[in-house]
């Protein structure tokens, strides 16, 4: 069993062109999207983009963004329309069935208020793809869940941001396990695909709340 570090370097799949830094894009923009996305409740059926766009944008982040091994596990299933307030009917009728009666009622504003959106993206893991990676290399197999894990992260912030820098709100949520059985039945989702969460976006009619910082002293160390 070769180290990650030699499976690696042993891959041949290592011809990719890097552009001289002069074609390099410069990481301005990028962070300048990275800074912009926040979390946004106040949300319309509106979009400032169209529907197609929305649906690149996920199909190219899950196309580029990276995973362990390059394994892909990653899965998007994009809710519009009826679907999108199919997915919002679903959870309100799963809170409700676990909430006590008196706090429902909060429950289902907050419902609405991802109901009101334009649409939802869900994301998903295929634990085909875990268990494969993990049956392929024992070596790592207590790892591969958290990696995962990561390449779900990666992926949902590479969303979020990118809709967000087309003038579009998103915030994310986790509704699972209490939605899973409705989602696999009604957008035929397979088995394998294990639900992660659920990013809510639309026109956004009210801006960011405040959002507080740690002193970076305390999170970044550098040695030079
Ligand atoms: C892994 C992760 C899980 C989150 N889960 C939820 C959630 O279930 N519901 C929610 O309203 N916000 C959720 N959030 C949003 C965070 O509360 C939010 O990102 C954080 O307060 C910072 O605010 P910002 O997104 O505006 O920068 C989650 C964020 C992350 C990164």
Redesign the pocket.
């Known amino acids: 069993m070769r180290s990650y570090v030699a499976q690696v370097h042993a891959s041949t799949n290592m011809s990719a062109t890097f552009a001289a830094p002069n074609e390099k894009p410069g990481a301005g923009a990028f962070l300048e999207a990275v800074k912009a996305r926040?979390?946004i409740y106040a949300l319309s059926k509106d979009s400032p983009i169209p529907d197609e766009r929305i649906i690149e944008i996920v199909n190219e982040a899950v196309k580029h963004c990276p995973s362990s091994f390059n394994s892909q596990s990653s899965r998007a299933v994009v809710l519009l329309g009826a679907h999108h307030d199919k997915l919002w009917d679903f959870a309100k009728a799963a809170i409700k069935a676990v909430v006590p009666a008196e706090a429902y009622p909060a429950s289902e504003q907050r419902l609405n208020g991802f109901q009101n959106g334009h649409g939802t993206v869900l994301f998903f893991e295929d634990e085909a793809v875990v268990k494969g990676l993990q049956d392929a290399m024992p070596t790592y197999a207590a790892h591969f869940p958290a990696w995962s894990e990561h390449a779900h992260?990666l992926l949902a912030f590479t969303v979020w941001t990118a809709l967000e820098a087309e003038g579009l709100g998103a915030?994310?949520?986790?509704y699972s396990p209490l939605i899973d059985a409705d989602v696999a039945r009604e957008f035929s989702t397979p088995e394998s695909w294990k639900l992660k969460a659920q990013l809510v976006f639309g026109a956004p009619t009210a801006p960011?709340g405040p959002?507080e910082f740690k002193p970076l002293e305390e999170r970044v160390k550098v040695f030079q």
């Open positions: 926040r979390t992260g915030n994310l949520q986790h960011a959002k």
